[in-house]
């Protein structure tokens, strides 16, 4: 049986005042995931209507290796600093798979 793709949902707190430079730290981090891993078949920010201040991060990957490959990338490593850098918090990051329907 094939693996299923892992999809991340990693959910933020962000500052008011740095929300507009912390979606671009995630275009471009979603960007080059897109662009530059093979293992990474998707990765959006997306945000509650009625909550500007959080951030959902949700990345598609091939499987858990390619997750832990796009940890090391240096795109990855700017996300990072930026979040420290903005005050953003992480609240969660879920590592979930498909289960219906199934493939």
Known sequence: MPSRPL?????F???AENRAR??????YDSERSVADEDGCQR???VSPLDDAQ????????????????HLATPHFKVFD????ELGA???SLRKTVRVAPVA
């Open 89 to 91: 918090q992480l609240i």
């Open 13 to 15: 707190r962000v500052p």
């Open 54 to 69: 959080t951030i959902i991060l949700v990345e598609v990957y091939d499987n858990e290796a390619a997750f832990e490959t």
């Open 81 to 84: 600093a930026g979040v420290k």
């Open 22 to 27: 912390f979606l671009e730290l995630c275009a």
């Open 7 to 11: 999809t991340i949902v990693a959910e």
């Open 43 to 45: 990765f959006e920010a």
